[in-house]
């Protein structure tokens, strides 16, 4: 039977929670569990892989939750799921801050492709593809229940957009860019976690021609992730696109990755690790489950 508990994803305040590891699987116990997936390729292996869900049906996959202040949740069902993470995909060493690993990107694909169909297989909501781009590993839906049938789902992110070409902050792009897919798909859009500052800070060129809303978007991670003193690419973004049933809107969400680098000379000094066994000036990562204000029952 599907279980019903919702994880903690709020709209506004978006928490990427990282699931409990065990070697190379990874149980999820939570509701979006590829969603959760995601967040582990793209923090713990370095990959940029982004996602995108959509509505689910009403009247069979989603659960209505009473919160103790007596308000209604809603929230996708879903069903415990392992994934098995291919050989291909390598750990980052934890014990060294940015440290690099050799990563091909046709393994990464076809990991990733391997790990969709293993959630496509577990009977949990929607069904889900890769979308190769450039750097780039987008997870997206292109099926969704409706009226007790599979039916095709156009992703949010391939609506094609005319923006104005005008150099201005990034943020305007993505005000924007909100608006026009609001009048073309009749979809509402909001800002989840974001790095405000770069948003502002940077300044965003829309290339020519109608593109895609995955290609502006794209376009504009690049642009917040360069310095702006050198111009050089300092910091690699992805995101991730969530509907939300109970503000009938999705929350866009962008999120820094730790991108592997090639491989060092083998002669190359490593940081000493601490005792904690995090390096000095490194950041700790931390697998926990996410909680559920209400244990889902069998």
């Not at 391997?114 to 292109?142: A, C, M, R, W």
């Not at 999705?250 to 190359?268: G, K």
Request: hydrophobic share 40%; charged share 20%; glycine share 8%.
């Amino acid at each position: 039977m599907p279980k019903v508990g919702c994880s903690v994803i709020a709209l506004l305040v978006a928490f990427s929670l990282s699931p409990v590891a065990f070697g190379e699987d990874i149980a999820f116990e939570q509701s979006r569990p590829l969603f959760g997936l995601t967040s582990e390729l793209q923090q713990k292996y370095g990959l940029l892989v982004t996602y995108e869900d959509g509505p689910v049906d009403r009247d069979s996959e989603l659960n209505s939750e009473t919160r103790p202040n007596g308000l209604k949740f809603l929230c996708p069902m879903w069903r415990p799921i392992t994934f098995r993470l291919p050989s291909d995909l390598t750990l980052r060493d934890q014990t060294v801050a940015f440290a690099p690993v050799r990563i091909d990107p046709a393994q990464s694909l076809a990991a990733v492709q391997e790990l969709v169909k293993q959630y496509n297989d577990s009977e949990n909501p929607g069904k889900f593809t890769v979308v190769p781009d450039g750097q780039y590993l987008h997870i997206v839906q292109t099926q969704r229940m409706a009226g007790g049938k599979l039916q095709a789902v156009e992703p949010v992110t391939n609506t094609v957009v005319s923006l104005d070409r005008t150099p201005r902050s990034c943020n305007a792009v993505l005000i924007e860019l909100f608006a026009q897919v609001r009048q073309l798909r009749g979809v509402n859009m909001t800002q989840g976690v974001m790095p405000i500052a770069s948003l502002f800070l940077h300044e965003c060129r829309v290339g020519e021609g109608p593109l895609t809303t995955r290609q502006v978007r794209a376009e504009g991670l690049a642009a917040i992730g360069t310095d702006r003193i050198d111009g050089q690419k300092r910091v690699s973004f992805s995101w991730e696109l969530v509907y939300d049933p109970n503000w009938n809107m999705y929350a866009l969400s962008i999120v820094p990755v730790q991108v592997h680098d090639p491989l060092p000379p083998a002669d190359a000094p490593r940081p000493a690790a601490d005792s904690s066994g995090s390096t000095d000036g490194g950041r700790s990562v931390r697998t926990f489950r996410a909680p559920s204000p209400g244990q889902p029952k069998n």
